[in-house]
């Protein structure tokens, strides 16, 4: 992901799923890291795992890391 801006994971809503933006742009509303790494992929991040979404240092998770999904 070398050169790619940096990502942000919202909190988990309270209806579920989390935002995923990048550059101003959602994205769209992730259910799992699964969601997350094929949003990248269509936005030209190719090459992505989910274990390469878990551990991105470009990835900034609010409201909680790759493991929470569900509103507090």
């Known amino acids: 992901m070398s050169g790619h ?3 942000i994971v919202y909190p988990p809503s309270p209806t579920g799923g989390r935002r995923v933006r990048v550059d101003g742009e ?6 799992s890291v699964r969601d997350v790494a ?16 878990e551990r991105s240092e470009l990835i900034e998770w609010r409201g909680g890391g790759p493991d929470v999904w569900a509103a507090p």
């Open 5 to 7: 801006l940096p990502v």
């Open 38 to 53: 094929e949003f990248l992929r269509r936005a030209g991040m190719d090459g992505l795992e989910e274990s390469d979404v």
């Open 26 to 31: 959602i994205l769209g509303l992730a259910s």
